[in-house]
């Protein structure tokens, strides 16, 4: 499903459609409408209530990296983009041990910007996502609020 949304344009693909005639962003955009029915149609065919995803693929971001890790909303992106009601509740915390990031195979800014911000977030809440479908945010806060309430997640970190 995310393929759909994220897989790599060319700046003439992009533009062909933002400028292109009327017809062609129509065209897009009925594309988009099939695919956000198709979407909720599937959960409703599997009986999903709501998913719960990740919220961010890190905890709590340093305020001055928020622009080098763009991509780490991508959990968000898709949910967005079909206008589905979603909200990200705290369900833990970084432990001690967890507050590091390596991966000897990529060292591109992404990953280098991720190993920089897990230093020094032990304490700092870890979150997931849930996602509901349309008109369904009373569902989405019902689920929310009971993942709340399991994991009795009232500490503040000390930051």
Do not use: W
């Not at 292109?20 to 029915?37: A, T």
């Not at 996502?129 to 309430?149: A, F, I």
């Amino acid at each position: 499903m995310f393929f759909f949304f994220f897989k790599q344009k060319t700046a003439y693909e992009i533009s062909a459609c933002l400028v292109g005639s009327e017809m062609c962003i129509r065209d897009r955009y009925m594309g988009f409408k099939k695919y956000q029915e198709e979407f909720f149609d599937f959960m409703r065919l599997k009986e999903l209530d709501v998913l719960i995803t990740p919220g961010q693929p890190t905890p709590a971001i340093k305020h001055s990296k928020g622009s080098d890790l763009m991509i780490g909303n991508a959990y968000c992106y898709l949910f967005n983009a079909l206008t589905a009601p979603g909200g990200v509740v705290p369900i833990t915390k970084v432990a001690p041990g967890e507050d590091k990031y390596e991966d000897p195979k990529n060292n591109d800014i992404f990953v280098s910007t991720v190993a920089d911000c897990m230093n020094g977030t032990v304490g700092l809440p870890v979150g997931v996502q849930v996602v509901g479908r349309p008109y369904e945010d009373e569902l989405v806060l019902n689920v929310m609020h009971q993942l709340e309430e399991s994991v009795d997640f009232h500490e503040y970190p000390n930051v």
